[in-house]
């Protein structure tokens, strides 16, 4: 489909999930924390960033589902989304790409390079992606260090990213700087150091975060897979590049390549946001124009040879969900068949009513199942990729996958399949355009790989598809002898973490793009009091009890949905451990109306997503829908709400797929540690102790229908609900369709507050948990926060942590245990403030050798910030940069229904928006100091060390699992 795009995101995982490090990102997966909270929705796009594993968000698509018919306003204003791009090319060779956006006075300035992996050979596989580190390490004019610091003192959020066709840098900062960030990116174009000392060190972080890819089986099968595929073209390695390679490489080796590829004629600027067209074209003029042409780099020339035979490799590894993968060739992105090529990806895996996700998943053989039609500047590979269940195996995924392959081949979809698959794609461009980076993100992946103008033409070719057509690319491209074939074998011991999808981009950083705070508030707008707009949302009471929020935002024709229910795992007591996790996973497998089948396809035809994640002390509403669709969006909120049949067959359909991810934690050393810590802080019995898999395990089996139907009889009602409206809809209308929703449905009897008690005190300790077969050590360190979100010192305790470990750059952790001594790819702490008290954490990755002096640095920093608090320069840039960002996310609607869902959960009131800058900016050192010496209390703390962890020993504290 789209090149690399945020079109491209999740590799179309149909259960939702994230893959493997080695696409954009390298976030490694996230366990759910026994808290469920809402992230600002600018923590959540930039630290689960641009994916990386084998789901990429370079193609946020997943589940994308468009509506049988669309209104015909929302049909010609989506007709060519990207028509209004202004393209200007300078003397020396560089295009410049504009777009205004006048939502808010926010800009994103982002800089593509042509080059990526594709552009490297044996020897100096991964120079693209090492080089992006590099150019963070400053130039004469903005030494090391500086360009973070410039760009959180002004409440920015900055990030790079590498893939198998380009490179790009981005900044998303108020309007204002624009002139600033576009210096700086011309500053680095050719002013880059790169000396042997910062290349040795940076090579540190990058070993580090080759280790933490090793741990992931599905990244070893994506490269395996590509390996075996490609046996002539770069394709075949992966964009982080092979070790032996990265650590042989020679600094004139990279800065070679860094003279020969960042260069105007092979760069791109993008600017994307509120500004003046010509204005913004004369200030790239400025900053680029005395930039000299230079000779444009070699093209890569080879060609892969054409397959003539079918291909198969095996993987084994430590593990107990088989899983398989298999690619076909296709053609390059600029050829005619690509769009039929993405509605075939869209048909076998577009959403529940898929075809691979009705024969894999629903049947009881996976736990995910994917498509992705990698569309790149050279010909490249069609991926379909599965996770088995517990006791199903790879060859009988493989089996059902290439039955429905044969099954398209043979007969052609049917018209309203095709139809919906492409209204899907369309949805997709509609709603990039809630979002600067991620209209940057399109515009810029496809002028570099298959041009501008397929960009324009691309929804007009995606309309043209028929029926006939992906049954003929199916037959042409998805051939066994051209096809690849790879198995993963586990031989036992930890289990793997579910797939989603293929890695794309290679991203710099895990996440320095945001601080690690409020988990209550979302994402995009401007920096500073004086230029904030003023968010007047209006707010309604039914009269059961249900509290509705609504904010007219005509931007962009789509409304994002944020909401909570106050039913949560804290009500389990009398009922068997997971009663609400699946209940919740059941309130869209089928109503008194529709079957579990019939629901999912109503909200698909929608081209809208509507989700329910279940947690502690609520379950979130997440959902999207176009404008004019929340009238019937609204319904089957309420049909799933209020009339869920639960049944038999669906109960088990539900609790196979909820053992497997279970099954999947026990190899995520990331899961691992957090649940340990979580039961070795918390004690049975309190909210937060999520206990251990097997008694989780024995509360999946144990629960049946009438807990079910008792626990949402209960606990789901219109009282302590909260819904959020942020979008292309009057408040009278929506209050309207809301009204006619749920104003029948009755109050629950077992209504109460949300209550957690504070937990008794635990002795320090370490726990060592050893993981067979893992290369990298993860290290998870925390203690009771002592902190909710509504004590007067969050708002002190949160400029305290950023300073402390908000930012794997630019805090103390980052730079002592990263910048300095290169030890860690990422590290960071955060508070889990909420309506309880949740622990203080840090966590990091490291390579064995360097555990326990990463841990000893952890204790010293901690224990400085403890002592001696943090500075007045640190806590006056903690305080722009954490109103800053938090002013982006006013933005887009999604980060304000984020934004207002917290305001009302965690009862901060509807003047939270006007009034977070200066509750953040009025705090002074002296109360940051006092709550760190207040809320550090490291005597108090569990350390828990897991993945490989030989020869780990702090004193013989550790006690082993």
């Known amino acids: 489909m789209i090149p690399d795009s945020p079109l491209r995101g999740k590799g179309r995982c149909t259960m939702g999930h994230t893959g493997p490090k080695g696409t954009e990102g390298c976030l490694p997966m996230r366990p759910r924390w026994s808290t469920i ?45 990207y028509a209004d791009i202004r393209e200007t090319r300078l003397e020396n060779g560089l295009t410049i790409l504009t777009r205004e956006v006048r939502a808010a006075p926010v800009v994103c300035v982002s800089i593509f390079y042509g080059v990526g992996s594709r552009n490297e050979y044996t020897g100096i596989t991964g120079a693209s992606h090492l080089l992006e580190h590099m150019l963070f390490k400053g130039t004469e004019k903005f030494p090391k260090g500086s360009i973070e610091t410039l760009v959180r003192q002004r409440g920015g959020v900055s990030n790079a990213a590498t893939s198998t066709d380009f490179t790009y840098y981005w900044h998303l900062i108020q309007s204002d700087y624009l002139d600033l960030m576009l210096e700086i990116e011309a500053d680095r174009m050719r002013g880059a150091l790169i000396s042997p000392e910062d290349l040795s060190s940076e090579m540190v972080v990058v070993r580090s975060e080759l280790e933490g890819r090793e741990n992931s089986p599905d990244t070893l099968l994506y490269d395996l897979v590509n390996a075996t595929a490609f046996t002539a073209h770069p394709y075949q390695w992966p964009i982080i590049g092979w070790r032996s390679d990265v650590e042989g490489m020679s600094r004139d080796q990279i800065y070679a390549h860094y003279r020969a590829h960042y260069i105007p004629g ?27 042409a230079s000779p444009l780099p070699p093209p890569v020339h080879t060609v892969e040879p054409a397959q003539r035979g079918e291909r198969r490799a095996k993987l084994e590894g430590e593990g107990s969900l088989e899983r398989v993968l298999v690619a ?34 629903e049947s009881g053989l996976a736990t995910a199942v994917w498509a992705y039609s990698a569309s790149r500047k050279d010909p490249s590979l069609f991926y379909i990729g599965a996770t088995a269940q517990q006791g199903r195996t790879a060859r009988e995924l493989e089996d059902a996958i290439l039955q429905e392959i044969r099954r398209i081949q043979e007969e052609k979809p049917s018209a309203e399949e095709t139809a919906r698959a492409i209204r899907q794609i369309r949805a997709a461009f509609i709603f990039t355009g809630d979002d600067l980076r991620a209209q940057a993100r399109v515009i810029g992946s496809f002028a570099v790989t298959t041009g501008l103008e397929k960009l324009k033409s691309y929804l007009p070719a995606i309309e043209k598809v028929t029926p006939a057509d992906v049954s003929r690319v199916a037959r042409t491209y998805l051939m066994r002898q051209a096809m690849t074939a790879g198995h993963f074998l586990p031989t036992g011991g930890t289990r793997p973490e579910a797939p989603a999808g293929p890695p794309q981009m290679q991203q710099h950083y895990r996440s320095d793009a945001a601080p690690a705070v409020e988990d209550t508030t979302p994402p995009p707008a401007s920096s500073g009091a004086s230029s904030a707009r003023k968010i007047r949302p209006s707010r309604f009471e039914l009269e059961n009890g249900l509290t509705l929020i609504v904010l007219d935002n005509p931007a962009n024709p789509s409304i994002s949905i944020a909401g909570r229910l106050n039913a949560g795992s804290w009500l389990e007591e009398g009922f068997p451990r997971g009663t609400s996790r699946l209940m919740t996973e059941m309130l869209t497998r089928g109503s008194a109306k529709r079957s579990s089948l019939e629901f999912a396809t109503a909200v698909e035809d929608l081209g809208a997503s509507l989700s329910f994640s279940a947690g ?64 070795a802080l918390y004690p049975g019995g309190h909210p937060y102790h999520p206990g251990t898999l097997e008694e989780e395990r024995e509360g999946l089996l144990a629960v049946q229908q009438p807990h079910l139907r008792d626990f949402h009889r209960r606990f789901v009602g219109p009282r302590g609900t909260v819904l959020v409206v942020v979008g292309d809809i009057r408040p009278e209308e929506c209050l309207h369709a809301v009204r006619e929703a749920f104003s029948e449905w009755e109050p629950q009897p077992g209504y109460r507050k949300v209550e957690i008690p504070d937990p008794p005190p635990v002795p320090s300790r370490t726990i060592v948990i050893p993981l067979p077969g893992k290369t990298e050590t993860t290290i998870l360190w925390g203690w009771h926060g002592r902190l909710k979100r509504s004590d007067p010192d969050y708002y002190a305790a949160t400029v305290m942590n950023d300073i402390l470990g908000g930012s794997v750059l630019s805090s103390r952790l980052g730079k002592s245990i990263r910048g300095e001594s290169g030890l860690v790819y990422d590290v960071r702490s955060s508070f889990r403030a909420t309506l309880g008290a949740g622990p203080w954490s840090a966590s990091l990755g490291v390579n064995p050798a360097n555990a326990a002096q990463a841990v000893r640095q952890l204790r010293e920093e901690v224990e400085r910030m403890r002592t001696e608090g943090p500075t007045q320069q640190e806590v006056e840039e903690a305080r722009r940069f954490i109103t800053g960002v938090l002013s982006l996310r006013l933005a887009s609607n999604d980060g304000i229904a984020g934004f207002l869902e917290a305001s009302e959960t965690y009862g901060l009131g509807m003047r939270y928006l006007e009034e977070f800058r200066s509750l953040y900016g009025g705090v002074t050192r002296e109360q940051a100091a006092e709550a760190a010496r207040r809320l550090l209390t490291p005597g108090e703390a569990v350390l828990v060390v897991t993945g490989a962890t030989e020869g780990f020993d702090e004193g013989n504290r550790s006690e082993r699992n």
């Open 616 to 679: 502690v002390e609520g379950t979130l509403i997440s959902g999207k829908c176009l404008a004019g669709d929340f009238r019937r969006w609204a319904g089957l909120l309420a049909e799933a709400l209020r009339e869920p049949v639960f049944d038999a067959e669906e109960l088990e359909k539900a609790r196979r797929v909820a053992l497997s991810r279970l099954d999947a934690q026990k190899e995520s050393p990331a899961a691992v540690a957090e649940r340990a810590l979580m039961n």
């Open 37 to 81: 909270r809402r992230k600002e929705p600018l923590l959540i796009r930039f630290q689960e960033g641009e994916p990386s594993r084998m789901t990429t968000k370079i193609k946020p698509l997943l589940p994308i589902i468009l509506a049988l018919a669309l209104a015909s306003s929302l049909a010609a204003a989506a007709a060519v989304p």
């Open 266 to 292: 092979n760069a791109t600027v993008v600017l994307v946001g509120d500004f003046d067209t010509d204005e913004a074209v004369e200030a790239v003029r400025k900053h680029f124009g005395g930039i000299p």
């Open 328 to 361: 076909w060739r296709i053609p390059e992105g600029t050829h005619e068949d690509i769009p039929a090529l993405d509605v075939l990806e869209q048909v076998l895996s577009g959403g529940r009513s898929s075809r691979l996700h009705q024969a894999l998943v």
